[in-house]
């Protein structure tokens, strides 16, 4: 037997029997008449000691360990004289009878530690060394149990799991696919799926009308901090459901993922709803963060007409009120104005009103408002004494977005956006479509399998670009957790959907027949929803990255740097696939 405790189990009252531990040597402190060993696994560590009555073999083999050496370690559990409050196995210690080294260990390349001293790269190359940090274990263990909630709960509302294939056939609508190539027919592709979509709804055609699976998804999108080439979703499908039946089952997931995994209750009261339409005119955005208020407040009408260029060009002009920050310096504000200003941000600039004690607004456009001009503006938003009005001008949809993104980053300064506190809602009615300049179509602003709401379903004949999707996405603290939709069950509207999407019928029935001729033997209405399972941790975490709860990441710029991948491979290779790489 190697062991008969873990690193992380034996407390006071253990103290006076014999046991054994293996794990990994975390430091060695020789104090002459005394050494003293850290033993770690992933349970905790615990404080093993050799003095100088302690065997000859086992002060040999003492002297000979270094960090990270495997061992193992029996002896006879006692209290400490000097106890270790930090850790839960600090009233004890291990007066060893017995030391085995395991294995040895090359000097690590970083401090294998709560804190480390590697940098990213470094820790990405030595992944399985980082993995063995208290931090990244305790992340990969909040995956293990919000997996396991998850499956918990599917499970007793009859959800069954069923697997779908990962080679599948690659689609034009939606990200970039990863493509795989063919041996047995050369010249054809499988394609990685993005989500299993197609195959659920062809479940429920089957009749599995509750299927669920946490499943990779793969996407040849460019990467960010919350993106990943391949990622983890939950996702999910019922049949014969309406809207209300999917919000009301997954809110009740999200309830019992608090409780299971973070210990939180969210109570019985129903997340909040809030329309697409309006999430953007309030928060700029689709998936704001409600941790906060300091809403955006439209002002277009009340600014034209009074000379100043920059507001009569804008089609949209809106501001947020900062509370007691009137006293901002000119440098903070430089700073705000810097930040809107970024490239990835794209605003042009920043007008600010600050309303001092004696209630009398004070502006950067003084010259061509007066203080009645800026007396309409405060009261619009709500600005008072002591109050910072912060307003953007532009096109639309890029100001708004600044206006958010302004939004966020004052609530993190203002300490609004506590990662303990999680605030939970649902956005709905999205636009069915979304028109692009570029190539002068429409593309499905979900997929070309939502739903048009029922009332809209006319609509849809007529003028398609006014028509709401029966689509809802999940948001907790400004994250899009998963989204979904009721999807469309009948083939001539499906046929509809890709002849506004610009398919003719016989593209459509050369990508997606299947799916077409599968409506017509009798597809029950039915609906679901996707959940990015890396970042429902992330927020059960509260951190920012997803890669921190996933095993093997990929950097950022998806490449795996301990196994060196993506990579070339060997000519033989290609010859049997049958392809040649050309040259850049
Ligand atoms: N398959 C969709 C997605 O990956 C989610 C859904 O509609 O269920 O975004």
Not at 111 to 128: A, K, P, V
Not at 139 to 158: C, K, P, T, W, Y
Not at 240 to 267: N, P, Q, W
Not at 408 to 430: C, H, K, Q
Request: a negative charge; proline letters at 5%; aromatic letters at 10%.
């Amino acid at each position: 037997m190697y062991r008969t405790h873990t690193c992380g189990e034996l407390r006071a009252a253990d103290t006076g029997k014999t046991v054994t531990l293996a794990g990994w040597v975390q430091k060695v402190r020789n104090l002459g008449a005394m050494t003293f060993i850290d033993l770690r696994d992933r349970y905790g560590i615990t404080q093993l000691v050799v003095e100088e009555d302690s065997a000859a073999d086992v002060r040999t083999a003492a002297e000979q360990l270094g960090r990270e050496f495997v061992v193992q370690a029996s002896g006879a559990v006692r209290e400490r004289s000097s106890k270790n409050a930090k850790i839960p196995t600090g009233d004890i210690e291990i007066k060893i009878m017995e030391l085995r080294i395991l294995n040895h260990a090359g000097t690590p390349p970083f401090t294998i530690e709560e804190q480390s001293d590697g940098g990213d790269e470094l820790r990405m190359r030595y992944r399985y060394l980082d993995l063995r940090r208290p931090p990244l274990q305790r992340n990969i263990a909040l995956r293990h149990r919000l997996a396991q909630s998850v499956r918990e709960f599917l499970d007793g509302e009859g959800f069954l799991e069923i697997e779908t294939p990962f080679l599948i056939k690659s689609t034009p609508e939606g990200a970039r696919d990863f493509v795989v190539p063919s041996r047995m027919n050369p010249g054809e592709f499988y394609a990685l799926p993005q989500s299993p979509q197609q195959q659920k709804q062809l479940l429920m055609v089957a009749g599995y009308d509750r299927y669920f699976q946490i499943v990779r998804c793969f996407r040849d999108e460019d990467l960010r901090a919350d993106r990943q080439p391949e990622f983890t979703q939950i996702d999910c499908e019922m049949a014969f459901v309406e809207r209300e039946d999917v919000l009301r089952t997954f809110e009740s997931m999200a309830k019992h993922i608090f409780r299971s995994v973070r210990g939180i209750d969210m109570g019985e009261v129903a997340f909040p709803r809030i329309t697409w339409h309006e999430a953007m005119a309030r928060y700029g955005c689709d998936k704001p963060d409600v941790r906060f208020g300091m809403e955006i407040d439209e002002l277009t009408d009340l600014v034209r007409g009074a000379d100043f260029p920059v507001f009569d060009a804008a089609d949209y002009v809106g501001a947020i009120v900062a509370e007691g920050c009137a006293g901002y310096t000119r440098k903070q504000i430089d700073e705000l104005t810097e930040f809107v200003r970024r490239p990835q941000i794209g605003a042009s600039g920043l007008v600010w009103v600050r309303v001092g004690e004696d209630g009398a607004p004070k502006s950067s456009v003084d010259k061509f408002y007066s203080p009645e001009h800026l007396a309409a503006w405060c009261e619009r938003c709500g600005a008072t004494t002591g109050d910072l009005m912060l307003i953007i001008a532009g096109e639309r949809r890029r100001s708004l977005n600044a206006l958010c993104e302004l939004r966020l980053e004052m609530g993190e300064r203002l300490g609004l956006r506590d990662r303990n506190v999680f605030a939970p809602l649902w956005v709905v009615d999205f636009p069915l479509l979304e028109w692009d300049e570029q190539s002068g179509r429409f593309f499905a602003m979900h997929h070309p399998f939502t739903s048009p709401r029922a009332e809209d379903v006319e609509l849809f004949f007529t003028d398609p670009a006014r028509v709401c999707a029966n689509a809802y996405d999940f948001v907790i603290n400004g994250v899009e957790l998963g989204g979904g939709s009721i999807r469309i069950h009948d083939s001539a509207l499906q046929a509809r959907m890709f002849e506004v999407l610009g398919f003719t019928p016989q593209e459509a029935q050369a990508q997606f027949g299947f799916m077409l001729d599968a409506f017509r033997y009798g597809a029950p209405p039915h609906g679901g929803i996707a959940y990015g399972l890396d970042r429902w941790c992330a927020v059960l975490g509260g951190v920012d990255s997803i890669r921190d709860f996933i095993a093997f990441p990929k950097n950022n710029s998806g490449r795996d740097t301990m196994l060196d991948a993506p990579s070339a491979v060997a000519q033989g290779q290609l010859d049997e696939l049958g392809l040649s790489v050309i040259e850049n």
